[in-house]
């Protein structure tokens, strides 16, 4: 099927309602995470998503199941492994975090990302 110029995605100019989220409380360690996800895209065969997403402060346990891009425009995050290894992000840091990654997300500072998710 032909796509046209009125199935681009312009993410700054495309209104998408954002939806309120927690991480789940079997999984958060700190903080009360308020969350805001805009997902601007996904494909038909919901595998492929693209959006923004927005964390206040706290600390919670991750487990990726999908491969994600990350571009980080404010804030400040801290990825922690479990070997016990972290990984400090800041705004403008493009990061991707593989599928199969455990360990702990840290908003350490209220951020923001955009995101790109692939689920294999």
């Known amino acids: 099927m032909s796509k046209s110029l009125e199935d681009v995605i312009v993410m700054g100019r495309h209104a998408v309602p954002a939806e309120t989220i927690t991480p789940n409380p079997d999984t958060l360690l700190a903080g009360h995470p308020v969350q805001s996800l805009a997902n601007h895209y996904s494909s038909a065969d919901d595998r492929f998503h693209v959006g923004t997403w927005s964390s206040e402060p706290g600390r919670w346990r991750v487990n990726y199941t999908e491969h994600e891009y990350c ?9 922690h492994d479990q ?17 199969g990654f455990r360990g702990e997300w840290e908003t350490v500072e209220a951020c923001e990302k955009i995101y790109v998710i692939y689920q294999p």
């Open 83 to 99: 070997a016990g290894s972290s990984l400090t992000l800041t705004p403008g840091d493009d990061f991707i975090i593989p599928a």
């Open 71 to 79: 571009k980080l425009l404010r804030g400040l995050v801290i990825l």
